[in-house]
């Protein structure tokens, strides 16, 4: 049974119809549901661009997205013809009132066609210096329905630049649009082992009462790609590592392995827990951030074939300090938590892709085996590629003598469930839809996101030319090891080889 029958007819408007996220990630997951049959019977979707399409070019342009990026193939013709039906394009410019007021009238007529009744949900993917005057617009313009009707508005990250442009933006937008009513993404929460995260916790007895500092060493997250800035170095140049992923997505991951049990599953007590946590992660002072952060930048790599520094990507500013990777050192002041290090690091143009969250266990085995080397225990979380969780324990070695081996016990998501499991944006899409918020981000979240990156941010903006380097293809900078070799600790290894051979 699906819940197609209680979603309610709207449309969906997305600015920036043309771009990137809209042929990579947008379309796929409308044609998905549709193909699941999960989208509303009454519903359309307007591309709104600058480019010169009309509704048959975009369509097109859309279907050759979709034989590129979809996991599915668009072979089923069929069901491609359906959704086709159900898209348009309306040019426009974003910063002129005339576009608005003609984009009003084009909706209703829409809206009439397809009886969808008023309801509509704008997408911004988008610049982030339009957010404040796109909202603007709607609101000034008429578009925004809201009398037995609803409008919502979805808007991608980043959000600001730092804590003053994100209070600024929020306060613009709050004017036009009820928090209720916004939508904030961060597609990490809408990944499937995320959102595992609170059932491994709390739906193991196992695992939460170990889950505190005194039996977890240190937390380390790492969220590595192996791609560059691809085609999005104008974006990528005015905002680096920091802004671009752990503001974002690598705190969510940190608030959701060290936040309280939540009262219940619903939305308001997870963040409720979330927002708690969050507040009692220390905010740096300056030299405080300096010594507990690391960023550098990729260059050249003279092993790897074809491979170019970061300066030297097309669209990137060939004197450029924007750091291409980052590393922090954050500590919870709660009693769960106090002396245990969170270590957080991204980059680009790493060794390989994999985003990992690794619970390193105290050595609490017991005295006898004080002889032995053992290795501590760790629990990983593996994000992607292939989902799962690995945990490391020891074991003693067959053979007559007490030798003792660690040893990896793996879950694969893949293997057990299969690979039907939805793509981050398709959940997202249908969530807005249903008026579900529990994956999208709260102002209060992203509000103390910043209060705790902002810190770096103007300590690097201080000392600008403190940006190490290293090579393409390696794990980042030696100055990140340093960084938490003062502490004793080394980071871990994600895993490499898939273990997600369907056995
Ligand atoms: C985006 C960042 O939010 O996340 C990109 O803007 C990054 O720079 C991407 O590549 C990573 O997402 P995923 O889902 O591929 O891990």
């Known amino acids: 049974m699906n819940s197609k029958n209680k979603l309610d007819s709207c449309i969906f408007v997305v600015f ?18 549709h193909k699941k049959n999960m989208l509303p019977d009454n519903f359309s979707i307007i591309g709104v661009g600058r480019r010169d399409y009309d509704d048959e070019a975009f369509r097109h342009e859309m279907c050759l997205s979709l034989d590129e990026y979809t996991k599915t193939k668009l072979t089923k013709k069929e069901i491609w013809r359906k959704l086709r039906a159900k898209i348009y394009y309306y040019k426009m410019n974003f910063l002129k009132k005339e576009g608005y007021i003609g984009l009003n009238e084009y909706l209703k007529k829409i809206e009439l066609d397809n009886d969808t009744k008023g309801n509509r949900i704008f997408y911004l993917s988008v610049k982030p210096s339009f957010f404040e005057t796109i909202s ?52 990490y929460l809408a990944k499937e082992t995320v959102q595992n995260i609170m059932v491994l916790r709390f739906a193991n007895g196992l695992f939460e009462p170990l889950w505190n500092n005194k039996y977890i060493d240190n937390i380390q997250i790492t969220a590595a790609e192996s791609i560059g800035v691809g085609t999005r170095a104008a974006y990528y140049d005015q905002f680096g590592a920091l802004r671009d992923v752990v503001q974002n997505h690598l705190v969510q991951l940190l608030s959701l392995v060290a936040m309280e049990p939540p009262d219940s599953f619903d939305s308001y007590h997870i963040k409720k827990r979330k927002v708690k946590l969050l507040e009692s992660i220390s905010v740096y002072d300056s030299e405080k951030a300096a010594s507990n952060s690391v960023r550098a930048q990729y260059i050249k790599s003279n092993k790897l074939k074809d491979s170019i520094g970061y300066r030297y990507e097309e669209g990137t500013d060939n004197c450029s300090m924007t750091e291409t990777y980052s590393a922090l050192t954050l500590e919870i002041k709660n009693d769960r938590w106090d002396g245990v290090p969170f270590y957080i690091r991204a980059g680009k143009k790493l060794k390989y892709h ?55 016990m793996d879950f694969c998501h893949k293997a057990v469930f299969g690979i039907n499991t939805p793509e981050a944006y398709e959940r997202l899409l249908l969530d807005v839809i249903k008026n579900d918020s529990t994956l999208f981000t709260r102002w209060d979240e992203v509000e103390n996101a910043w209060k705790i990156v902002d810190p770096f941010l103007k300590s690097w903006e201080k000392n600008k030319t403190n940006l190490s380097f290293y090579e393409s293809g390696s794990w980042g900078p030696k100055e990140a090891d340093l960084l938490i070799e003062k502490n004793s600790h080394k980071w871990n290894i994600p895993i490499y080889e898939s273990i997600c051979r369907i056995r």
């Open 136 to 187: 603007f617009n709607l609101n000034v313009n008429g578009l925004i329905n809201r009398k037995n009707k609803f409008s919502r508005l979805v808007i991608e990250k980043p959000f600001g630049r730092d804590l003053f442009t994100a209070r600024k933006l929020n306060k613009c937008i709050s004017k036009h649009f009820n928090e209720d009513e916004i939508f904030r993404i961060d597609h």
């Open 354 to 408: 994999a985003t990992e969250i690794v619970i390193n266990f105290k050595d609490t085995s017991s005295k006898l085996f004080s002889d032995f080397n053992l290795s501590n225990n760790v629990l990983v979380l593996r994000l992607q590629p292939d989902e799962g969780i690995h945990l490391l324990f020891n074991t003693k070695k067959p053979g007559n003598e007490l030798n003792i081996k660690d040893v990896k």
């Open 16 to 33: 920036g119809a043309t771009g990137d996220l809209m042929r990579r990630k947008l379309i796929s997951g409308f044609f998905n549901l």
